[in-house]
Structure formats: structure tokens, C-alpha cells
């Protein structure tokens, strides 16, 4: 029996909107207009799920997780009357524990920058992923480009070096760091920032492993092109993407992860990116139900007598990096890398649950999805310039807007970060309806 594969309960989306709009001249029969996308409008797919969150944040701290192999990991709770959905009516929860990726930030008030002792580092794997689009009898596909045929992919690589010197990876100032730091790291500061010392720090060591290659049959995607026939973007069929991209067996080397996972290209310490370029996914068999820009999630595999049969997680993420104009001018470049990436720092193994909230986009969710509750907003991204060109990593939402929290122990009390000013004030704990505050009986 295939084992089971954890996927993400929430996902960076994109509106359903037309896709294909009138031109000149004929396209094929899966193939969609280059501006297409520009109509669409961010915002989040999730899964209704029940849970329970805060008002006031826990004061003691855990090690990491017992009997699994994987990244590092701390856990703690917060206190905030919340419920949990039950098909009986929902029934109060008042604590909720969560796992966040690094060490425990308790005891480092006197711990200064250079610390190893409480600085965790942690190596991230950026795979790349080529997108090789196929005919129908699984034979290369060329596109009649003006200049003759053109074949027919999507290749990352050349967003390499922008990514390692975008704000994810390069150190850069923020008022939660007392040195300049990345951008993960940054936010996790913000939110511990009365609990952790100038030393604590959890940071990303890139590695650029070998690029892998996803083959797509024609009627599991759709594509757009320029005008001298090359792809500029494909949505797919999320499904296939899933069933490409993750192993159904641990020894499995034909899907790209399985293959990274058996040449030990990715770890079970590791916090593994696969990249892609203008790669989108769309659900329920649909193109108009569209766009998924990444998710992060963790594959998970047997232990063995190697690792004392320790359940083992490969923590991931999917990121694909967005070419200016494609979603409009903010929402570009490693929008859904910084998304994904934060909240796989703050829910590791996408289990944190929270009381449920409504966020200012509309999002009604119970879990510690930093980046869904501002995704899609006027001021969702926040543009940062380095090394000659601005990036746009999004503004995340802190763990003290789900715990209710006020004031925010946060830096400058805020409940968002960089940007504190996208949200003002905390979350309220509804019931499931998504209206109804929660009134604890006295």
C-alpha cells in the first residue's frame, strides 16, 4: 500500500478567474494567453479543519519532538479560550501547543551574537526543478516558435543566484536583530523578541543541489508563451504535481523527491526548497480553479537500526519563483518562497493549530499560517533591496496575532512583521461559523 503522504492545509493561491481571453489569432488547445494571469488576485486555498488558541503566551519552553528524525525544533503553548468543531457543536479549548523550527529562545537574554549555543543553523537544499512539457504519447513537445520549433520547458536555474541574494538568504537590517540577519530569522526575532537574547538566532544555510526534472503529458497542464515561442509560465493539474513531486514508496527514485531523498541530496535535517519557475498548480481537474504559487509540507518515511527506527520527516517546501508582470508589479519574484518558508518555521509539521480566525482577507482558518492571514492584501508584500534589485517577500502575521494577544510581546508590539502596520490588532477567536466571537461562560 503507498504510504501516506503529509500535504499543507493551506497553500498561496490564486482567484478562479478566465483564463484565456480574446486574441488575433489561434491558440492551441492548452494553451492560454501570456496576460491571463494578470487579473487574478492573491489569496488562500485551505481545508475547513477544527482546532482550538491564546491571550496569553506561554512562559515555559520544550525540546524537540520525541521519536522523529528530523530538523531541529522547539515547542510551547499559548492560552486563549477558543474552539474545536466537533460534529456535536463546538466544545472550548483554552491551550494550544505548537512546534516552531530551531531552539527554545528561553534562558538567551544573555547569550550575545556569535553564540553557537543558541544559534541554530539550519541546511536548506534548493533543488531546481525543470518542467519538461510532453505530447500526448510522452515524445518532446516543441512549440513553432518564428525562428523554428522550440522545446518546450520551464528551467529555474537562472533564478538561482537571484534567490541566494534575495532577502531569504542574504543577511540584511531589521529592527528585531541586533545584526543583520535573514529574513526567516527576522520574523522569528520579532515574535520572541522579549524571550530571546541577541545571540539567538535560526538561520538557513543554502546548498545548491543537482536540478531535477518533472515530465508533464499533455492534458495535465496548460501553458503560455512569448513572443518568440518559449513558455513563460504552465499551470498544472496539482494532483500529477503532487504525484510527480513526492515519493509513494521510500525507495522510490522516480519522483523528484524520492530521487533527491535516495541520492542524499535532502536530509531529514535538512529545510529543503524545490524550486520552480512559473510553475502553478490548479485543482479539481479545473485550469479555471487557479493558482497555487507553493505549499510546504514533509514527506515522511520509515526509521531504521541507523536511526534508532525514528519516524523520519524531510521537511519541504514547493516555492516557484513569479516573473514581474505575470500577477502585477508586488506580487513577484520570492513572494511565495518568503511565505513558504516563514511558515515552515513557525509550523514545521503543519499541525499548530489555533482557535479559529477571520483575517482581514477573509480567511477563516485555525492554524499557525503566518503567511495566509495578509496574502493578498494592498500591502501583503514589503520590497527590499539588495545587491541592485528590489525583492518582494511578504509581510508575515506573528504568533501573538493568533494567540489574542494584547499588548503584543512582539517587537514594538506588533502583530505583523516587517510591515507592523498591516495588522493593527489581534486576532478574535470566533466559533465555527467564522462570526461568532467565543464568550468563555462565567
Known amino acids: 500500500m503507498p504510504k501516506q503522504i503529509f500535504r499543507l492545509r493551506a497553500v498561496l493561491a490564486l ?14 488547445t492548452d494553451q492560454l494567453d501570456p496576460s491571463a494571469l494578470l487579473s487574478m488576485k492573491p489569496h488562500t486555498a485551505h481545508q475547513p479543519l477544527g482546532a482550538g488558541g491564546g491571550g496569553v503566551l506561554g512562559n515555559r519552553f520544550y525540546g524537540a519532538s520525541l521519536g522523529l528524525d528530523t530538523l531541529t525544533n522547539f515547542s510551547g ?9 466537533s460534529p456535536g457543536g463546538d466544545f472550548l479549548q483554552f491551550t494550544w501547543q505548537y512546534t516552531m523550527v530551531g531552539r527554545s529562545p528561553v534562558g538567551t537574554h544573555d547569550r550575545e551574537e556569535g553564540d553557537d549555543s543558541v544559534r541554530t543553523v539550519v541546511r536548506s537544499p534548493i533543488v531546481p526543478v525543470i518542467i519538461d512539457l510532453r505530447n500526448y504519447d510522452g515524445s518532446p513537445r516543441y512549440y513553432p516558435g518564428p525562428n523554428g520549433p522550440v522545446r518546450m520547458i520551464l528551467d529555474p536555474t537562472q533564478y538561482i543566484q537571484p534567490v541566494l541574494k534575495s532577502p531569504i538568504f542574504e543577511p540584511t537590517h531589521y529592527d528585531s536583530s541586533f545584526a543583520p540577519t535573514q529574513f526567516t530569522d527576522a520574523i522569528m526575532r520579532a515574535e520572541f523578541f522579549s524571550d530571546a537574547g541577541p545571540g539567538w538566532h535560526t538561520l538557513l544555510r543554502p546548498v545548491i543541489a543537482p536540478t531535477r526534472t518533472m515530465v508533464l503529458v499533455r492534458g495535465t497542464y ?11 509560465y504552465v499551470l498544472v493539474d496539482d494532483n500529477t504535481f503532487a504525484a510527480e513531486l513526492f515519493p509513494p514508496t521510500p525507495d522510490d527514485t522516480s519522483s523528484v523527491m524520492g530521487a533527491a531523498e535516495n541520492a542524499g541530496d535532502i536530509r531529514t535535517k535538512d529545510l529543503s526548497t524545490f524550486l520552480f519557475a512559473n510553475t502553478f498548480l490548479y485543482q479539481n481537474g479545473n485550469p479555471a480553479d487557479c493558482c497555487i504559487l507553493g505549499y510546504h509540507t514533509y514527506d515522511v518515511e520509515p526509521g531504521g537500526s541507523d536511526n534508532g527506527f525514528r519516524e523520519r520527516r524531510y521537511v519541504m517546501d514547493y516555492s516557484s519563483w513569479i516573473s514581474p508582470g505575470l500577477f502585477g508589479p508586488a506580487f513577484t519574484d520570492v513572494t511565495a518562497l518568503s511565505h513558504e518558508l516563514s511558515e515552515a518555521f513557525n509550523d514545521p509539521f503543519v499541525n499548530n493549530a489555533t482557535p479559529i480566525w477571520v483575517a482581514p482577507n477573509g480567511n477563516c482558518q485555525n492554524n499557525l499560517e503566518t503567511g495566509d492571514v495578509i496574502e493578498g492584501l494592498p500591502n501583503a508584500t ?12 511578504q509581510n508575515e502575521a506573528l504568533l501573538e496575532w ?37 464568550v468563555v461562560p462565567h
Open 15 to 28: 482567484a478562479t478567474v478566465a483564463l484565456i481571453s480574446a486574441r488575433a489569432y489561434a491558440l492551441d
Open 77 to 85: 503553548y499559548f492560552y486563549d479560550p477558543g474552539v474545536v468543531p
Open 222 to 232: 496548460r501553458f503560455a508563451v512569448d513572443s518568440t515561442g518559449h513558455v513563460i
Open 382 to 393: 514589503i520590497p527590499i533591496t539588495l545587491n541592485g534589485f528590489t525583492y518582494h517577500p
Open 402 to 438: 493568533f494567540a489574542g494577544q494584547q499588548p503584543s510581546s512582539a517587537v514594538d508590539h506588533a502583530y505583523s512583521y516587517p510591515d507592523a502596520t498591516v495588522l493593527p490588532t489581534p486576532a478574535v477567536s470566533v466559533h465555527s461559523d467564522c462570526a461568532t466571537p467565543v
